[in-house]
């Protein structure tokens, strides 16, 4: 076969186009999808790449079965990966909760349009974002990505891929129709430069191994179909055998843990970017396509005197706690602007507990804040200090 | 045609000395740590069970490359006790599950095994298309006309007049027939029997188990539990005599004119053994040339 079948190199390139491209270059070899606006140049980029690679593309029934098809895929060993937008996250949620439990790694991609129902098929917005960390039933630990242009939209599918199979779980890139469908230029390494993490497989032998038992970090061992092993996993609360187990312990244990491994490698998940957020007074907090739209007002603000940093979530779950508690004793207030109408700003203000202010800047989606907007919220803060 | 009255018995063991080192004969394929299992006495999961791994052993199948999925519900419990690889996973999507497991590693003989409601309700949807694409996953369909689990409720099975805990006066909703779905949306192996018939079943599920393509099982079993108790009564073991009296056994018969109403006959048999290209027969050929043309492209790039 063809072994050169991976870009690298300079790319004139669509958003959701490197996304797919940066989900190849992780190893994904099982794609399952459905079409929707705006994440349906995804799958076609994958129905288009995955033969070549001798992977497998699905285009499924629904939205339900593209998702509860990449968690069998992924027992097999294989990596895999579904795309869509709120509609069919809200589908795919109750398969995300078996994902969490069964602990599969597996990545899914939202490309965020405006809501809620139908809402915005064809414009954006960023107002998933807690459908990521609570959409499904259950408490379970959550990691969600927010690439800021087409070039993270590769890099960050490949970090996805990369927690997925460390932390043995589903990991979202939380995109939206802005940088999904913006072109702009990607760098693809060469395929040695790229860092990917494989999942932990048992060096057990069958008759020795427990699907659930964890050491000192909380993940399991995998050991896939096919090996011999002759497991069991259930979305049933489970004991380390795999078995139901329909008792408090087993909650206490197993149910807990899927949300403890997450807040235990929390500082070696969380990836900010700060600009000028040393010494400010007023500190933006902002992810994704907004991380971009606000930075004219920030170097405005500078430009009048006021001292404003920027800081990027990168990763908005798990959300970065330590470090907005630890800013938010030291400076005036946060300016929280969102395509939504205030989600990521109920973590920061508790996270701040009253000891600054904290300024909301929703948007409904359809559009994207304007610099007035932003500026005078930035010189709301700072005069009030 | 061939109509022949059905005079199998069911399997019940002997009554053999007592020994001291009495083995399941079962043991290794099932999961004995989990024993006892939550069925009720007189249902006929046991029998579908028994019939499973029994023709997992006529088909010569290596059970290391046999992964069990199943969805939620009484059946959906067959998952946990058989001691291979094997999912318990979501209400009714068993299937798209399966689906994901087989096309990422065609080795694995995938079967799913869970009820009729799992099946034909919440993933009918699923369902009908693997049927259509051919799909080459062999489903266990365990038809008791009811959902057992949640305590009784109307099926998409649940014969016309048949009482069930959300139809006190008599289910006024036409049910499927699960064998003419599964055929007419395309399934290239249709067999229906009942937990009374495990030789026949445990044939089928083996021929199954080397077959290409999309199977479809429909077992009729007796849930003593709630469809008896709040229809005609009497424990497992009448229903599965009643079942006994009612089939007819017809191989000729037109998969979708045969449904099941609340006291007539049962037409069970192997209805459809057709070789159709399979989906990944027709990923691997059908695109073969394409793909490879389209690799030279990339090859030079
Ligand atoms: S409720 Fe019915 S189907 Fe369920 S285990 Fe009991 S007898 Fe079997």
């Known amino acids: 076969m063809f072994k050169k079948s991976k870009l690298r190199g300079e790319f004139f390139m669509q958003g959701d186009i490197a996304c797919a491209e940066g989900a190849v270059s992780a190893g994904c070899r099982f794609f399952g999808g459905y079409p929707i606006t705006p994440a349906s140049e995804i799958a076609e980029r994958m129905a288009y790449r995955l033969p070549l690679l001798n992977g497998a593309f699905v285009q499924f029934e629904d939205e339900i079965a593209s998702m509860a098809s990449i968690l069998g895929a992924s027992w097999t060993g294989v990596k895999s990966m579904t795309a869509s937008s709120g509609p069919g996250i809200s589908l795919k949620a109750e398969n995300i909760g078996l994902g969490m439990m069964m602990e599969v790694p597996c990545v899914i991609v939202n490309v965020q349009r405006g809501g809620p129902s139908t809402g915005l098929p064809t414009s954006w917005a960023q107002a998933d974002m807690m459908q990521a960390r609570w959409g499904s039933h259950g408490d379970y630990g959550c990691i969600a990505l927010c690439p800021k242009n087409p070039q993270e939209m590769f890099d960050l599918t490949i970090v996805a891929f990369n927690y997925a199979e460390r932390y043995r779980m589903p990991v979202f890139v939380m995109t939206d129709a802005i940088v999904g469908h913006m072109t702009e230029k990607v760098v693809v390494p060469p395929v040695d430069e790229i860092e990917i993490i494989d999942r932990r497989y048992t060096d057990k032998k069958p008759d020795d191994y427990l699907p659930y038992a964890v050491g000192d970090d909380l993940i399991p061992d995998f050991a896939k179909v096919g090996d011999g092993y002759r497991f069991h996993s259930t979305g049933l609360t489970h004991d380390e055998r795999g078995y139901p187990d329909m008792t408090e312990h087993a909650q206490l244990t197993h149910a807990v843990r899927i949300v403890e491994k997450v807040k235990k490698h929390a500082d070696d998940i969380i990836l900010l970017e700060e600009k000028g957020v040393e010494g400010a007074d007023v500190v933006v907090v902002a992810y994704g396509i907004t991380a971009r739209t606000v930075v004219p007002a920030i170097e405005m603000a500078r430009k009048k005197g006021i001292k404003v940093g920027l800081m990027r979530l990168i990763t908005a779950w798990p959300f970065p706690t330590k470090r907005i508690r630890k800013l938010a004793g030291e400076i005036a207030g946060f300016v929280v602007p969102e395509i939504n109408l205030g989600q990521m700003v109920y973590e920061v203000e508790r996270c701040a507990g009253g000891q600054c202010k904290v300024k909301s800047l929703p948007h409904p989606g359809g559009g994207i804040h304007k610099f007035e907007t932003v500026l005078s919220a930035i010189e709301e803060i700072a005069h009030a200090k | ?301």
């Open chain 2, 1 to 301: 045609m061939q109509n022949e009255i059905c005079c199998e018995s069911p399997i019940i063991a002997g009554t053999a000395e007592p020994e001291t080192n009495i083995q399941h004969p079962m043991e290794g394929l099932l999961r004995m740590d989990r024993m006892p299992h939550i069925w009720c006495s007189g249902c006929g999961l046991g029998s579908v069970v028994t019939a499973f791994v029994e023709g997992l052993k006529k088909a010569g199948s290596d059970f290391d490359k046999v992964a069990v999925v199943s969805g939620i519900g009484c059946t959906g419990r067959v998952a946990g006790y058989i001691n291979l690889d094997s999912f318990h996973t979501t209400h009714g999507r068993a299937i798209p599950f399966a689906t994901g497991l087989k096309m990422a590693n065609n080795d694995m003989t995938t079967v799913v095994i869970s009820g009729d409601g799992d099946l034909f309700a919440i993933g009918g949807n699923h369902l009908i298309h693997a049927a259509r694409r051919n799909v080459d996953i062999n489903v266990i369909c365990v038809n008791n006309f009811i959902y057992g689990m949640t305590g009784g409720q109307t099926a998409p099975t649940t014969p016309l007049q048949a009482r069930s805990s959300t139809a006190p006066y008599g289910n006024y909703e036409q049910p499927f027939n699960l064998v003419g779905l599964a055929a007419a949306a395309g399934a290239s192996y249709v067999a229906r029997w009942s937990a009374m018939h495990v030789r026949r079943l445990a044939d089928s599920i083996a021929v199954a188990a080397n077959k290409k393509g999309f199977c479809f099982i429909e077992v009729i079993s007796p849930c003593p539990t709630v469809f008896a108790r709040k229809n005609m009564g009497g424990t497992g073991l009448d229903l599965l005599k009643s079942f006994g009296e009612r089939t007819v056994i017809d191989h000729d018969a037109d998969p979708t004119k045969i449904p099941i109403g609340m006291n007539d006959e049962i037409v069970c048999g192997n209805f459809i053994n057709e070789d159709r290209p399979t989906y990944w027969e027709n990923v691997q050929t059908g695109i073969r040339d394409a793909v490879d043309k389209e690799n030279v492209y990339w090859k030079n790039l």
